[in-house]
């Protein structure tokens, strides 16, 4: 015995035995706690934001159109302006993923993340 009676063993205890019952009933907790497939809170509210820079540069072509015709809107004309600006520079950074052909078979693979991928998602909202 090194170190005499008094002094404590520097081995740490053997491994707890499992408790099987316990390991049993937290499974069943996690599988009634996951999510139930269906229309959540988040997809039954209407999201105003569009859902490409197309729709984008449509609205602002639309504003400068009116604001350059009705010269009473003239305001309108430098918000298509800015609105068009928006759309094409988050057309620019929208994530695009690579297509590929592997074994005759098509596979898409995602873009890289990227921080200006997520500017994009929160001006834009996914479809699908």
């Not at 090194?2 to 099987?20: A, F, H, L, V």
């Not at 269906?38 to 639309?62: A, C, E």
């Not at 928006?86 to 052909?101: E, K």
Request: aromatic fraction near 6%.
């Amino acid at each position: 015995m090194i170190g005499g009676p008094n002094i404590p063993d520097d081995r740490s205890p053997g491994p707890e035995p499992i408790d099987y019952e316990s390991a049993v009933r937290e499974l069943l907790r996690k599988r009634q706690r996951r999510h139930i497939p269906g229309p959540s809170l988040r997809t039954r509210v209407l999201d105003p934001r569009p859902t490409s820079p197309g729709q984008v540069l449509l609205l602002g072509l639309i504003l400068v159109l009116v604001g350059a015709f009705v010269h009473v809107l003239h305001i309108c004309l430098v918000i298509g302006l800015a609105v068009l600006l928006v759309g094409f520079l988050s057309g620019l950074i929208q994530p695009r993923g690579r297509q590929v052909t592997w074994r005759n078979r098509d596979i898409v693979l995602p873009a890289e993340k990227h921080w200006t991928h997520r500017l994009y998602w929160l001006l834009y909202r996914r479809t699908g």
